[in-house]
Nanobody, 126 residues
Framework: QVQLVESGGGLVQAGGSLRLSCAAS????????MGWFRQAPGKEREFVAG????????FYGDSVKGRFTISRDNAKNTVYLQMNTLKPEDTAVYYC???????????????????WGQGTQVTVSS
């Protein structure tokens, strides 16, 4: 089991940037694939980005490709989400999550993830 704590959310104007961090506890962090998901009010949870345990493979949802970048530092037990060119439609609660399955499809599927953080609010004003 991995405990996850997100930080870095806030209020930003459209076109701006934010960097989210997700700190993990547990000595087996580097065996997990990590993902970022988001959920806006009245909408389903959406896959944003995922990264395999080594950091060598990254995956993105279509709505954020080219604007967001996921990375991880296994020495610091931390995964990051750099968000650039933010849009009002990016407004949501952002969650990081951990999964032992690193397959292409599992990383995109919320049901594959066993451990979740509490979420951090990102609000983009127009």
């Amino acid at each position: 089991q991995v405990q996850l704590v997100e930080s870095g959310g806030g209020l930003v104007q459209a076109g701006g940037s934010l960097r989210l961090s997700c700190a993990a506890s547990g000595r087996t962090f580097n065996t997990y694939a990590m993902g970022w998901f988001r959920q806006a009010p009245g909408k389903e949870r959406e896959f944003v980005a995922g990264i395999r345990w080594s950091g060598g493979n990254t995956f993105y949802g279509d709505s954020v490709k080219g604007r967001f970048t996921i990375s991880r530092d296994n020495a610091k037990n931390t995964v990051y989400l750099q968000m650039n060119t933010l849009k009002p439609e990016d407004t949501a609660v952002y969650y990081c999550a951990a999964t032992l399955s690193g397959s292409y499809y599992s990383i995109r599927e919320a049901l594959s993830y066993v451990d979740w953080g509490q979420g951090t609010q990102v609000t983009v004003s127009s």
